[in-house]
DNA sequence: TTGATAATGAAAACCATTTCCAACTATTGA
DNA sequence: TCAATAGTTGGAAATGGTTTTCATTATCAA
């Protein structure tokens, strides 16, 4: 095992091997604080390593996602965006604020306290009544920022 | 004015015409409870009029979101997904259960009340923080749905 | 080493959505 | 009534993010 990096176990535990290309894109994702496109990804990957090919990114991310590491993100805005999962990264638990007309999206952290009170009660809820295994869930607000108010 | 549908005023109010082919795509939209891709929009309107092109699908749902008639959802699944707005539609306001292994949509109504306890608090902190004008929300629970879990 | 299996890059395919454009339709004001 | 104007339309083509294909290469266990 190269590195002993937190997400490393829990990969190779799916039996995947950690190469050089998939380190590269955890290395990414991690000195990110940012949402990031696959080709965001490709271009920050390329720079260290130009024979890493957008195949390989999108190949690994959804390895990423499957197992768990990192989070994908559909906003709206015609590519997907991806950053580590809330266990692998620095990042607090948030959701998302987003502006519809700029499209910029904002991480918050606020009312966390008072979402998990609810989430939790929803989240027995639904699954008690509808018989599903809850294990994510998704909070956007959408409006407008000020920047787009003012300009 | 050809009907008095209470979406028809909003259309125009917006100065859009209310034409044949927007109002099949609304009548098709109105008769549904589930959510519909354009490509469904676009099989159910033709069965009663052949000459209405998809292109005039996709032009139309725009409009209908920009006006508000209808609300547009991207569940990740490839396709955006449409269903006519709360003020509109006779289902009340609601959110989202999504399988992930079948990719199947569950509406629910539950926990509402308490919903709306945190969203406004949620709403009100974060207009106030960001500044941002928010005036919309979504909510997504996701999951493996009991005909998968056993399946 | 060796052989089996997994991972890779480049090019091509895919496919939902958008764009273009020429024809058509509704509205307006002489 | 009749243009002139502006809004709407369908089909074909383009777009662009993502996935598939396939031949080659890297990894790992024996
Ligand atoms: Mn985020
Ligand atoms: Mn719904
Ligand atoms: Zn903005
Ligand atoms: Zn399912």
């Given at each position: 095992m190269r590195h002993c990096h937190k997400w490393?176990?829990?990969?190779?535990?799916?039996?995947?091997?950690?190469t050089v290309s998939r380190?590269?894109?955890?290395?990414v994702l991690s000195n990110s604080n940012t949402h990031l496109s696959a080709e965001d990804i490709y271009l920050a990957v390329h720079s260290g390593n130009p024979a890493i090919?957008?195949?390989?990114?999108?190949?690994?991310?959804?390895?990423?996602?499957?197992?768990?590491?990192?989070?994908?993100f559909e906003?709206?805005?015609?590519?997907?965006?991806?950053?580590?999962?809330?266990?692998?990264?620095?990042?607090?638990?948030?959701?998302?604020?987003?502006?519809?007309k700029c499209r910029k999206v904002i991480d918050y952290e606020d009312f966390i306290t008072e979402e998990k009170?609810?989430?939790t009660k929803a989240e027995i809820g639904l699954q008690n009544k509808y018989g599903f295994d809850i294990d994510n869930h998704i909070i956007h607000f959408y409006g407008i920022c000020p920047e787009c108010k003012t300009g």
């Open positions: 490393g176990q829990k990969f190779q535990d799916y039996g995947f091997r950690l380190e590269a894109i955890l290395e090919g957008l195949t390989t990114i999108y190949r690994t991310l959804e390895l990423l996602e499957h197992t768990g590491i990192v989070s994908k906003f709206g805005h015609g590519r997907a965006k991806y950053e580590l999962a809330e266990e692998f990264s620095n990042k607090k638990h948030h959701h998302h604020l987003i502006c519809k009170e609810y989430i």
